[in-house]
């Protein structure tokens, strides 16, 4: 049985006060909550700060980014050892904001992937098509492109430290959610493609998120399919109580 992992993407959103507020509320707010794992991914800034606030709870810390390289001349980024030492356990690859907006390629995110593992970060690894290639029909050709290229080199003992997010991107902060029948079909797809590159035990493990436009009042439905194992958040983040109506609905 896969413990559902409920994660909040913050984005650009929150500064340090807001942040602190945020995570407050949302610690105040989850009580004894042990049925889920909740994951906040807050903006660099407020990192260092949110991880005092959350050390005894069960909420942990990720981010949302980062370089591939260890250190170096990288005018404005920031390393792997650099989230771990303020507390990140998590980082975030892949989105499709990475993806579109500052062109991350598959090889890129595969080169970060393979960086935040060799470090101990465990990663949130999103994948999902955009809604020209769903219309035209090709959304399993383009998630398994995503997630080979992705997981390129990377060994099945490292895969425990993965989790995978469906996220379509027609999806993402436009209101439209993937209907869960739409949702499952692609998570069972998934699970099939890690079984076949790995093994199904591997697969059977592993868990699979689904992201875009999820709130509490679509969170129950999405997180009742066999294979959602969990959500990635954006917009309904931002607010305690509907972060915390997505928690309890899972
Ligand atoms: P959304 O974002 O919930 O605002 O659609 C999800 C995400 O981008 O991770």
């Keep these: 049985m896969r413990k559902k992992v409920i994660a909040g993407n913050w984005k650009m959103n929150k500064t340090l ?3 602190q507020e945020l995570v407050s509320k949302i610690i105040n707010g989850l009580g004894n909550d042990r ?18 606030l959350i050390k005894n709870t069960p909420v ?23 989230l771990k030492s303020v507390g990140c356990e998590y980082v975030i690859l892949g989105h499709s904001e990475r993806r579109v907006i500052f062109e991350e390629s598959d ?12 470090k101990e970060l465990k990663v949130i690894f999103c994948v999902g098509e955009l809604l020209e290639q769903r219309e035209k029909g090709i959304t399993m050709e383009v998630i398994s492109d995503q997630v080979s290229k992705g997981l ?20 993402i902060g436009t209101g439209k959610t993937a209907t869960p029948q739409q949702a499952q079909e692609v ?31 679509n969170a129950g439905e999405l997180l009742s399919q066999k294979d959602i194992d969990g959500a990635l958040v954006g917009g309904a983040c931002l607010n305690a109580d509907s972060f915390l109506g997505i928690i309890s609905s899972a």
């Design 187 to 217: 998570h069972l797809f998934i699970r099939k493609l890690i079984s076949e590159k790995y093994s199904s035990s591997i697969a059977d493990n592993l868990i699979v998120q689904y992201g875009g436009s999820v709130k509490p009042d």
């Design 17 to 19: 006060n807001e942040s």
């Design 60 to 82: 942990k810390l990720g981010a949302q980014n980062m370089h591939y390289e260890e250190s170096g001349a990288y005018t404005g980024e920031i390393s792997a050892d650099m």
């Design 152 to 171: 390129e080199g990377i060994s099945s003992k490292n895969m425990g430290e993965i989790i995978i997010a469906y996220e379509p991107v027609w999806a």
């Design 107 to 118: 090889e890129i995110i595969n080169t970060k992937l393979k960086t935040a593992i060799s």
């Design 35 to 52: 049925k889920s794992d909740v994951i906040v991914c807050t903006p660099f800034t407020s990192l260092n700060e949110v991880h005092s």
